[in-house]
């Protein structure tokens, strides 16, 4: 184990994998002598050379369809879109190419690539650069969704993903790249995909996260032991697959949960999730499930604004006293 | 200060055989005579595979079907242009390219019927599935044309579109790309005139397609998309030029689309009948038997002999096609991922 930021949990994660299999390469805007705009892509281009990492011209829907054909020729692309916000102008190929290719060929022809994309809020970058586009992608079959919320995941994860047969979103949070963590050395660590986190034990009550909001559960939970509130906080790792099977038992058990979504609110995943509960756990609920969400408004670019909009500490801890309080 | 041109560039178009059969013989593509007549013969093919199609579809055992009628020249000669070891994206009306390589005809008619089974093309055909989605194959295309020059395959990618394509972002973006990168693909653009009621005049100011390429950094050439050796040699030239790793060429192949858009359109009502008339007498078939006539390669008997070995060819992969049982219940999630999510597989076990 060594400490390490996010940031070069996802690079060593880069590294090991490009050096463990030649078909990995990696390409995007500004990927190769800027090293990303992130700096995710650092010394890439020193090490694997200009063949493996690769700078594209500014098109996103191109830049995905290139991926999609490169892992049909055989390759293991890992493609860098410079943020989820762009990621809508590749929509197309994401959508009705990446996640449905294999489907419609038969089977015959599969996508074992990645597509990496900074997303996430609070730093002030206004409307169009601070989405949480997240639910979009959970909506659609057929591709893997993992947003890591820890360092050591973000590494294993990534890994992870970049051996999948199956093409993968793979979220990073823009905020969480300084946050460090221990993260192990072993070059064959992996976090499966489609298995919970259970990044605390509690007995009073389940909050469910992902990415950065799993990590502001973590911090609320902590707040809320002072007050004599016992919290399991729990982090999704990966949107799709979606491993139900360990927030169901948690919040079963409990009786009560709080889910933290960073996306806005109406139709977001926060709502997927808490439906499941109700479906699974009706019976042994103490109190309705509670969702806090992002703000259903575009990003504002003030700073003061922008951080009445995305979900907080102190808001995920007000969520738990209330659902503590509340009874049916 | 003095203007300067800082660049100027001249659209080639290629012309070989004539609406009469004569042929410019400087021009005149190395090919023996047995080719000629396979190339004739898989026009009879397509022509026929065609008109089965829409006979089929009229009949409700397929669904909506584009024709490649009038366009059998443009399909066929790039085909044969193609080397074995070639990859090819197709979109959905290029079928001429899966009848010449060897697809089976069984599986063509059943994706056509509705069974995407039809597109698990043979192992050995290096084709991809259609692709109905207008021109968002191209990038794809730029992407295995990549990954072929990473491995270090001396292949050529080639990626085939209609007019319409041309319109699109996609269009663009892989063009940029396919340049900046020197990709190894040929771009095909089969310029049928028509994007279903749009044409092509409404659908670009520029007086050809092929020079759009020139504003990629790369070569745009017409040819006579009715005209089988032309199409041959313009295509060939380029698959030659991006193997050898000169890098991307665009070949628009001037055609016209004989038929509806689909079997679902209706072209009477749009465009005029003096236009089509006009091009039947082009009739890229027609022009192809006056061709070989004059060499002593074609007469009523071989006509004769070469129809009906194409009917009966076409009869058994209607058989075939018919013979194949639909899909199962348990194929729904099948081939979706790797392996299921569970919800997935939870929702095969209550479906």
Redesign the interface.
């Known amino acids: 184990m060594s400490e390490m930021t996010y940031r070069d949990a996802l690079n060593l994660a880069l590294k090991e994998e490009m050096r463990r299999d030649p078909r990995v390469i990696t390409f995007g805007e500004d990927v190769a002598l800027y090293e990303g705009s992130f700096k995710v892509t650092r010394g890439l281009l020193a090490e694997f050379g200009e063949d493996r990492v690769r700078d594209s011209p500014i098109s996103e829907n191109t830049i995905a369809g290139v991926a999609i054909g490169a892992a049909m020729g055989g390759m293991r692309p890992v493609a860098e879109l410079m943020t989820i916000n762009f990621a809508l102008l590749a929509m197309d190929q994401l959508i009705n190419h990446m996640a449905k290719v294999r489907y419609m060929f038969g089977g015959q022809v599969f996508l074992p690539m990645v597509v990496r994309m900074p997303s996430g809020g609070g730093s002030q970058l206004a409307a169009q650069h601070s989405q949480s586009l997240e639910t979009y992608f959970m909506h659609c079959p057929g591709m893997r969704i993992a947003y890591p919320a820890t360092p050591a995941d973000a590494k294993g994860l990534l890994k992870t993903a970049i051996r999948d047969d199956n093409p993968v979103v793979f979220i990073e949070h823009e905020i969480l790249y300084n946050s460090k963590g221990e993260v192990p050395e072993d070059p064959e660590f992996l976090v499966p995909f489609g298995v919970c986190n259970v990044m605390r034990e509690g007995t009073d009550v389940t909050i469910v996260g992902y990415g950065r909001m799993a990590v502001l559960s973590l911090m609320a939970a902590a707040e809320l032991e002072k007050e004599g509130i016992s919290c399991e906080v729990i982090d999704l790792r990966t949107l799709n697959p979606l491993d139900e099977a360990t927030f169901l038992k948690s919040a079963a058990r409990t009786g009560r949960a709080v889910v933290v979504e960073e996306c806005w609110r109406t139709a977001g995943l926060g709502a997927d999730i808490a439906c499941r509960i109700f479906e699974n756990c009706f019976d042994r609920l103490l109190a309705p499930v509670k969702r806090v969400s992002g703000l259903d408004v575009p990003m504002p670019y003030s700073r003061k604004l922008e951080k009445l909009c995305i979900p907080s500490v102190a808001g995920i801890v007000e969520a738990v006293r209330e659902v503590m309080a509340a009874s049916y | 200060m003095p203007q300067e041109i800082l660049a100027t560039f001249n659209v080639r178009r290629l012309s070989i055989l004539d609406p009469d059969g004569n042929v410019d013989e400087a021009l005149m593509p190395e090919l023996p005579d047995a080719e000629l007549r396979r190339m004739y013969e898989m026009m009879v093919l397509l022509r026929t595979y065609d008109n089965r199609a829409l006979a089929l579809q009229r009949e409700g055992r397929l669904g909506t079907y584009p024709p490649s009628f009038g366009q059998e020249a443009a399909q066929i000669g790039s085909a044969f242009a193609l080397k074995p070891t070639d990859?090819v994206?197709p979109s959905f009306r290029e079928v001429g390219i899966h009848l010449t390589l060897g697809y089976p005809i069984a599986q063509l008619y059943q994706y056509w019927a509705g069974d995407?089974?039809?597109?698990?093309?043979p192992d050995h055909l290096n084709i991809?599935?259609f692709c109905v989605?207008v021109g968002?194959?191209?990038?794809?295309?730029?992407?295995?044309?990549?990954?072929?020059r990473?491995?270090k395959d001396p292949v050529a990618v080639a990626v085939f579109f209609g007019d319409g394509a041309t319109s699109k972002?996609?269009f663009h973006?892989?063009f940029?790309?396919a340049g900046?990168?020197n990709a190894p693909v040929v771009f095909v653009c089969q310029n049928n005139q028509w994007a279903i009621s749009i044409p092509v005049r409404e659908q670009t100011a520029a007086a050809t397609l092929a020079q759009k390429a020139f504003g990629y950094g790369f070569e745009g050439i017409q040819v006579d998309g009715n005209d089988v050796l032309a199409v041959y040699r313009g295509v060939k030239e380029a698959l030659d030029r991006a193997r050898d790793g000169g890098g991307p060429t665009f070949v628009e192949c001037l055609t016209y689309r004989m038929a509806d858009h689909t079997t679902a359109d209706d072209a009477a009502r749009y465009r005029p009948p003096e236009e089509v008339a006009s091009w039947r007498e082009r009739d890229p078939l027609l022009r192809l038997e006056r061709f070989l006539a004059r060499r002593g390669l074609w007469d009523e008997a071989y006509r004769n002999q070469v129809q009906e070995q194409v009917q009966q060819t076409v009869d058994a992969g209607v058989r075939a096609m018919e013979e194949i049982p639909p899909p199962e219940r348990s194929d729904l999630f099948?081939?979706?991922?790797?392996a299921p999510?569970?919800?997935?597989a939870a929702q095969l076990e209550e479906s």
């Open positions: 990859w994206f995407e089974r039809g597109q698990r093309g991809f599935p989605s968002t194959h191209l990038p794809h295309a730029v992407g295995a044309a990549l990954a072929a990473y491995r972002g996609d973006e892989a940029n790309m900046a990168l099948t081939y979706t991922a790797a999510t569970p919800r997935q």
